[in-house]
Every structure is written in C-alpha cells, then in structure tokens.
C-alpha cells in the first residue's frame, strides 16, 4: 500500500505558481514534521522546507519569500505553495514526513516541476 501520494506538479513559466500536495496515509500517526525535497539535474537531493508540529517552519534560501508550506493535520496531507517560479526550481520534488512513536521516515515517489518559458 502506497503511504505517501504526491501531486501537483506540472510545466510553468517563469514567474507562474504550482502548489503541491502529499498525502499520508491515514494509518501514518504521531507525525512530526512534514517537508519537501528536490532534486534537480546533476544536483544532490536539498532540504526545500520543513513544518513541525507546532507550526514553525524552515525553508531553504533560495525559496524564501516565494514558497508557503503548510499542512493540514485532520488530512494527513502537507502543501506547498510556490509562487514566483524560477527555471532554477526545476527539479523532482519529494514529499517527506517523520514520525515521533515510532521513529519512522517515509518518502513520497517524487513529482516533476519545470519551469520553462
């Protein structure tokens, strides 16, 4: 059974927004934090974001001001919101979500975006 499903994610033009989403499975509990990856091209996998439990978030800097993460607890499903797409954001982006009790980490499949003009 799939835990992690991701969506959202497509070919924008520079300066458009996608949003995407990840949703958990309803049997996932105690999670603790919830954040986004990506990958691009040549490049290692990069922390894009992280929400905790209690609402504080982290983002990488090249995103900051542009992307919003958030989540919605009664879901199981983490979002995020990117506005003023740029060509570097191009890249696989993988849904991640860690839980307290048990200590457990999971991976969503991986969504493209591409931000061509």
């Known amino acids: 059974q799939v835990q992690l499903v991701e969506s959202g994610g497509g070919l924008v033009q520079p300066g458009g927004s996608l949003r995407l989403s990840c949703a958990a499975s309803?049997?996932?509990?105690?999670?603790?934090?919830m954040g986004w990856y990506r990958q691009a091209p040549g490049k290692e996998r990069e922390l894009v974001a992280a929400?905790?439990?209690?609402?504080?978030?982290n983002y990488a800097d090249s995103v900051k001001g542009r992307f919003t993460i958030s989540r919605d607890n009664a879901k199981n499903t983490v979002y995020l919101q990117m506005n003023s797409l740029k060509p570097e954001d191009t890249a696989v982006y993988y849904c991640?979500?860690?839980?307290?009790?048990?200590?457990?980490?999971?991976w969503g499949q991986g969504t493209q975006v591409t931000v061509f003009s």
């Open positions: 309803r049997s996932i509990f105690s999670i603790n934090v």
């Open positions: 991640n979500v860690q839980t307290v009790l048990p200590r457990r980490e999971y």
């Open positions: 929400i905790f439990s209690g609402g504080t978030t």
